[in-house]
């Protein structure tokens, strides 16, 4: 059986999953082969969504092209407009004051958990159970009605900015940050009880779709997929930014490796999302929410590089600079389109069902790998 | 042995699958938590937070002064071209020419709502409205111009 | 006191009166076929928009209610959408079996209806192996669906079309089983004789443990067998997109899409009738005064309430549990359902034998 899996040989079918299926979450476009229900090989076609962001970076100032970032991984926007910032105060060596620095943690804390939120709905809808995404929603709405309160947007804030936030924190925010951490805790229960402790839940997830902790480094893995493999990668333990470094917290790893471990991970996550929050929520130091910084940009010449940890891992930015108001070249390293690479190799063999649920488990943004 | 291990099987199965009908037919019994909003009908309840982003708009004040000087910070800080300014030149009373807007213009359709532009403008001139109700039949009712005819520079306003 | 017998008594006798003998069950025979076409369209609207209701509040939403009181019409309008669409016939399907396939399904699910007693005294067709009639009409259905997935010529219907095949033939077994278990106490396959043998209390409470065994691996074998969620693998969404009905629009998908609901009701009525005594009102051993009261509910509301429970039942399953995968539902069928429901038929047998039911 295992000689056959990985070639085609003629009466294999051959699907095309995508670019348009309920499963793909976007404009993926996978090639399976099967072998009846078994695949043998699953091929994914880019593309379908590339508006060369890289690209249009080039003709956008520093202080403009952080917005078009948004539009990578929209589920992380805040953690994207982060990482740009950060690179670019970098070039600048702008010192970023202290209050600055807590509001953007917790934005981005925040935002990890919204984006985990919408993939367990979407992971369980996946496999067939529809109500855990109305569920999820419900939560993740709460997030962004104190999101769009402070920064003015839902799901594209474009609130980070070079130098620190655009604007000061919205007063009722701490209060309505606290009300969500206790309506998480109490309807925390009632997502294991959904699909955590599912008996079928758990059957389609054990055992399906497994990463070694080689294969997981060699592949480029990071974020909950390296994880799930026990592979310590987590850009706030490794490098940390920002004031990463004075919060607790822990990186959660499972060394299950399967599509259960990556689950777990996700779901532990969270709640280490809220613990950083409710560290940081009363101590929002007083103070400039945004460094001065000049009306006009200029990066001196030379090469910047800024990684930090998206809700899908490990998201790098590239800057090389020639001393003008314009990046020369941007270069973004995107955790989907490594994480998306390992999918021929981990769902080989297993059945059609169980792509759509190894699948869910990379938490694929399809924008996000083509940008 | 194996008996046991099956009918333990069986029974935890049986016991994970009615913990998640607990929780349906919880929702089933307790219609309170239905969290639907029902959009065009709650319009007047409807609260939306005041730094939300809809859309530019230049404020005009009573006497239908602005404080748009026609800097262009606006335009250059706009990423997508979506902001135009047009200028002309007063003639003051002593004869001297000043820089003022004669159109605004203001793309809609181009807009992402950033937010670069209100932060870049000198004078506070122009704002984010909450207004997000944008559809139109035509694409050209999507181009506007935010100064009013007639309106003038607030005084004492550089 | 209302009841369907009286207004079928009243129709035949003015038939009778009036016209000649061949007439008359001409006559009646045209009358019951509109009756089951009309009972189709209302059970197919109504279960449809009791399905999105259901799903709405278990999904904290409100569901359809913009149409009539509480969206009650939405259903009929959609069914008017559809019967306005071009029925799409793809250039490649095999085009006599793809347009013939929804009707099979639709008639089959026909067919079945005949032998039900909806309430006292008011049945198509009171056949002496009712049972045995229900259950070899009802896994016919299984043919319109591969040929439906067959003639489409898309391999995501062909996909859906053998997973459907694997499982009706497998649940089957079990759903056979469930039922003979219930043949077993009363004797008899005629479903007339099943639920007067109910007259002094349910088959759920009078056959112990067995009973109740039986009535879950029915109710899980049914769901199954109607590919509902959480045993939808024909049609699977997130995976085959739309199985079987793949390539089907307008009115030849709504066929489809109505049968399934009409087989849930069937099921969930034969479910009832086995276990819950059909139209029979809740008895209880010799309390007389207590039964008494129970008659003065008419008899198709007891029927129409117990089949509506169990439709809720695989509705609150649907709603609530993942998709299980291909080889998991053989593996659910072949290692745990049939086992156990052999089992059961024989403590059932032993419960009979000795009469320890009640």
Known sequence: MIEEVGTTTEGDLVINVGPQHPATHGVLHLVITLNGETIKKVEPHLGYIHRSIEKMCESLTYRQFIYVTSRMDYLSAHINNHACALCVEKGLQVEVPQRAQYIRVIMDEL????????????????????????????????????????????????????????????????????????????????????????????????????????????????????????????????????????????????????????????????????????????????????????????????????????????????????????????????????????????????????????????????????? | MFLKEYINDVLKAAKSLLTGMKVTGYYFTHRKEIITEQYPDNRATLQLAERFRGEVVMPHDENNQHACTGCSACEIACPNGTIKIINKFDIQPDGKKKKAIDTFVYHLELCTMCGLCVEACPTSAIKMANTFEHSVFNRNQLTKRLNQPGSKIREGVE | MFSLEGITKAIDTWLNAHFNSTVVLLAECVLVGVAAIALFA????????????????????????????????????????????????????????????????????????????????????????????????????????????????????????????????????????????????????????????????????????????????????????????????????????????????????????????????????IGATLFFGGWMPLHIGNWEAFNHIMDFIPSSIWFFGKTIFLIFLIMWFRWTFPRLRVDQLLNLEWKYLLPISLFNLLLMTVVAIMGWHF
């Open chain 1, 111 to 371: 935002t990890r958990i919204a984006s985990h939120e919408l993939w367990w709905g979407a992971m369980a809808m996946d496999l067939g159970a529809f109500t855990p995404f109305f569920h999820a929603f419900r939560e993740r709405e709460t997030i962004n009605t104190i999101m769009e309160e402070t920064c003015g947007a839902r799901l594209t804030m474009n609130y980070m900015v070079p130098g620190g936030v655009m604007f000061d924190l919205h007063p009722d925010f701490q209060k309505k940050v606290k009300a969500f951490i206790q309506q998480y805790t109490s309807k925390i229960n009632e997502y294991d009880e959904l699909v955590t402790g599912n008996i079928i839940f758990q059957n389609r997830m054990k055992g399906i779709g497994y990463v070694t902790k080689e294969d997981a480094i060699s592949y480029g893995c990071t974020g909950p997929v390296a994880r799930g493999s026990g592979v310590a990668s987590d850009i706030r333990k490794i490098a940390p930014y920002d004031v990463y470094d004075k919060v607790e917290f822990d990186e959660v790893l499972e060394t299950g490796g399967d599509s259960f471990a990556r689950y777990l991970v996700r779901v532990k996550e969270m709640q280490q999302s809220i613990r950083i929050i409710e560290q940081l929520i009363d101590n929002i130091p007083e103070g400039d929410f945004q460094a001065k910084t000049k009306a006009v940009l200029k990066l001196p010449k030379g090469e910047f590089y800024q990684r930090v940890e998206t809700a899908r891992g490990e998201l790098g930015v590239y800057i090389i600079s020639e001393g003008g108001t314009t990046p020369y070249r941007i270069k973004f390293r995107s955790p989907g389109f490594s994480n998306l690479s390992i999918l021929d190799h981990m769902v080989r063999g297993h059945k059609i069902g169980d792509l759509v649920a190894a699948m869910g488990t990379l938490d694929l943004v399809i924008p996000d790998i083509d940008r």
């Open chain 3, 42 to 269: 209302v059970l197919g609207l109504g279960l449809v928009w009791m399905e999105r209701k259901v799903a709405a509040v278990m999904q904290i939403r409100l569901g359809p209610n913009r149409l009539g009181p509480k969206g009650i019409f939405q259903t009929s309008a959609d069914t008017l959408k559809l019967i306005m669409k071009e029925g799409l016939t793809p250039d490649g399907a095999d085009k006599f079996l793809f347009n013939l396939a929804p009707f099979i399904v639709m008639i089959v699910a026909m067919l079945v209806l005949a032998p039900i007693s909806f309430a006292k005294n008011f049945q198509i067709w009171d056949i002496n192996i009712g049972v045995l009639y229900v259950s070899a009409v009802s896994s016919l259905s299984v043919i319109g669906i591969l040929m439906a997935g067959w003639s489409s010529n898309n391999k995501y219907s062909l996909l859906g079309a053998m997973r459907s095949g694997a499982q009706i033939v497998s649940y089957e077994l079990s759903a056979g089983l469930a039922i003979i278990s219930i043949v077993v106490l009363t004797g008899s396959l005629s479903i007339n004789d099943i639920i007067q043998s109910q007259q002094n209390g349910w088959w759920i409470f009078k056959g112990h443990i067995p009973a109740i065994i039986s009535f879950i691996i029915f109710i899980i074998a049914v769901t199954a067998e109607t590919n509902r969620a959480p045993f939808d693998l024909a049609e699977a969404e997130s995976e085959l997109t739309a199985g079987f009905h793949t390539e089907y629009s307008g009115m030849k998908f709504a066929l489809f899409f109505l049968a399934e609901y009409i087989n849930i009701f069937i099921v969930c009525s």
